[in-house]
């Protein structure tokens, strides 16, 4: 191999190396917020009375209630089989908000992000198909903390270790 392959091969390695120090913590914990604020602001859309928005610095804590708008969408946009609107509408507005919280908090993590991929699976193949890349690169967050867990950045971890040591 010629001295500039060489050299090239050797900042890859070295390259490659810098990346594989990256904790599995930090990515997961990246992908925990990402993924929650994805799902939460989709919620906040399905309900009227209780708004949390750290962005816009919007705070509304009132009593929520189901939208009209949202359950209209359910009605006549999504659709669902096996489902009614009546039902799936205030399923869907109780998930994006409990399960993207449980995920931040990195609380019952895996069981949080399989409620969520189930979700983006019913959303991919029943109400929008051809928003793959978006539902593809939701599934791949969700089954990274699935398959990983929330890392050591996580209610989880401290709960598995404080009740390992007993």
């Not at 009227?48 to 949202?70: K, M, R």
């Not at 019913?122 to 969700?142: C, E, M, N, S």
Request: proline share 6%.
């Amino acid at each position: 191999m010629n001295s500039s392959a060489a050299q090239i091969c050797t900042g890859v390695s070295r390259l490659v190396a810098l990346f594989s120090r990256i904790p599995d913590s930090l990515i997961a914990l990246i992908g925990r917020f990402s993924i929650a604020a994805i799902f939460w602001k989709s919620g906040q859309t399905k309900i009227e009375g209780f708004a949390v928005d750290l962005v816009a610095g919007e705070f509304q804590f009132g009593w929520p209630q189901l939208s009209d708008s949202a359950l209209e969408l359910f009605r006549s946009e999504y659709r669902l089989p096996l489902l009614p609107p009546e039902l799936a509408a205030p399923m869907a507005a109780f998930g994006e908000h409990v399960f993207p919280v449980l995920i931040l908090l990195g609380l019952a993590t895996r069981f949080s992000a399989l409620a969520l991929l189930v979700m983006t699976a019913t959303i991919q193949i029943f109400v929008y198909p051809d928003a793959y890349p978006t539902h593809g690169v939701w599934a791949t967050v969700l089954l990274v903390l699935i398959a990983r867990g929330p890392g050591k950045i996580s209610l989880d971890h401290w709960l598995a270790k404080r009740y390992a040591a007993r």
